[in-house]
């Protein structure tokens, strides 16, 4: 039994992950992992993603891994990231798509055309440091508020339960970043590829025992 | 709001990074990973790594090194130099790179970037062109490290990978590669206006009132530089500093 499951279903590197995840808990027994058993074992399940998500969903149950991550976002520290956090809803615009159903709500694209108040074009990817306004939550100690977080994406979500929101940033309008319910916390950005406010943040993961 | 991004670049040839004038007249810059933390210690918001010998020998030198920055330095890695195959975005992925720029072997076999990205995903798949002015509000796509020239149109081409799945457009011009006296601007908003993807300018900064006139009066997303960090004439922070005291959004 390890400390901290990373799920590998194959899609993308996980590499910083893992390295980020040691830099905070040198101590810790971590697992890149596509066994589901070693998934419901682990104390702590990171359930990271990268690509489109049709991809994503296809490579999570041809590893089998779909139970073992369901069980794991009910019934211990569980922390999504990027494709990891949208996989948690209901439905996805990209590919037209079920999620794991986890939480309510769905995942739509920026739309097309932004324009920033300067009339800019916004690009689409989002990619880049931009600021998290955050909720109270502990996963959020230490870190100053609208600190600068990396984002890659073009989908976001939308829960249709607000008591699910931990953070929103803004592109140019505000969009859901954070959410978080019981065991389960979930974020758009990359936190190991987000500097010192993201290696506080995984470290409050790690550290985090919700009740 | 998004901070538009500062992204020193390092050259890097048998496990040094060097820096040459207009692709040619390299000098030794130091040791890539003692680079890398230092820049990130300046609040670099991204890396980008570019081997540009690429040569076999050099394969593995450069593995070792992506991995050595890749863990200790927790922010974006773009890598590139040499990428012909899925596999070699497949082995850069695995040694810690974020993304990987593909270059020549994109104009060469443009397929490799719609394989790439259908495999890994788009936002780690950037392709860089090198352009070079060939008539006003004109610029040709040049390979091979600047020595062969495409015929491929750069704005048409940069159009053309965003519909093959690039991510992202690492555009260099290769008439201010090395001059310090300021980016394309023509050339940066020219692709940049013809894109959805982000447009990293490259070539030409000098100056830190460069890296404001590609952002305000080219339209990059974000800014690449080397020799003015690697040299010590300012550091990324006084960059950043310059940058928000002109209305630009970064990251402090």
């Given at each position: ?5 990373v ?101 739509v ?8 108040a ?65 065991n ?28 | ?61 450069l593995?070792r ?82 020595r ?23 555009l ?23 894109l ?35 040299y ?21």
């Open positions: 039994m390890v400390d901290i499951a799920v590998d279903y194959g899609m993308g590197n996980l590499r910083s992950v893992r390295q980020a995840l040691r830099a905070v808990a040198p101590d810790a027994s971590i697992a890149v992992t596509s066994e589901p058993n070693e998934v419901t074992q682990a104390a702590r399940v990171v359930f990271p993603g990268q690509g489109a998500m049709p991809d994503c969903m296809r490579e999570l149950d041809a590893r089998g891994l779909r139970a073992a991550v369901l069980q794991a976002a009910r019934s211990k520290p569980f922390l999504g990231i990027c494709i990891g956090l949208q996989m948690l809803f209901e439905h996805s615009d990209e590919g037209n798509i079920p999620g794991l159903g986890i939480l309510p709500g769905k995942v694209r920026f739309a097309a055309n932004l324009r920033d300067q009339d800019n074009k916004l690009k689409v990817p989002h990619m880049g440091w931009n600021q998290v306004h955050h909720a109270d939550h502990t996963l959020w100690q230490g870190i100053p508020q609208d600190a600068r977080f990396y984002f890659v994406h073009s989908y976001y979500v939308q829960p249709f339960d607000d008591a699910l929101v931990k953070a929103t940033s803004c592109y140019p309008q505000p969009f859901v970043c954070a959410v978080a319910r019981d389960l916390f979930a974020v758009q950005f990359h936190p190991e590829k987000s500097q010192s406010a993201g290696l506080t943040l995984l470290k409050n993961f790690v550290n985090w025992n919700p009740v | 709001m998004l901070a538009k991004r500062i992204i020193p670049c390092l050259d890097v040839t048998a496990g040094r990074v060097v820096k040459g004038v207009s692709f040619v007249e390299l000098r030794d810059a130091g040791d890539p990973v003692e680079i890398a933390r230092r820049y990130d210690e300046q609040g670099a918001d991204e890396l980008a790594f570019l081997d540009i010998t690429a040569s076999s020998d050099d394969r593995g030198i593995f090194v992506i991995e050595q920055v890749a863990d200790q330095v927790f922010i974006p890695l773009t890598v590139g130099g040499g990428v012909r195959h899925v596999e070699d975005v497949r082995n850069l992925l695995n040694a810690g790179a974020d993304k990987v720029s593909i270059n020549t072997s994109a104009v060469l076999n443009p397929q490799l970037v719609e394989d790439a990205a259908g495999r890994y995903g788009s936002q780690c798949i950037v392709v860089a062109i090198d352009a070079k002015q060939v008539n006003p509000g004109q610029w040709e796509v040049f390979t091979h490290g600047g062969k020239a495409s015929g491929l149109n750069a704005v048409e081409w940069a159009k053309n990978m965003q519909k093959l799945g690039a991510g992202e457009i690492l260099t011009s290769m008439d201010k590669d090395g001059q310090r006296s300021g980016f394309d601007l023509a050339l940066t908003r020219a692709v940049t206006d013809a959805e993807i982000p447009v990293i300018a490259s070539g030409g900064v000098g100056n830190l009132q460069h890296l404001v006139d590609g952002v305000k009066l080219g339209g990059a997303d974000a800014v690449l530089a080397a020799s003015i960090f690697h010590g004439e300012y550091t990324v922070q006084q960059a950043k500093q310059f940058m928000a005291q002109h209305g630009i959004e970064v990251r402090l």
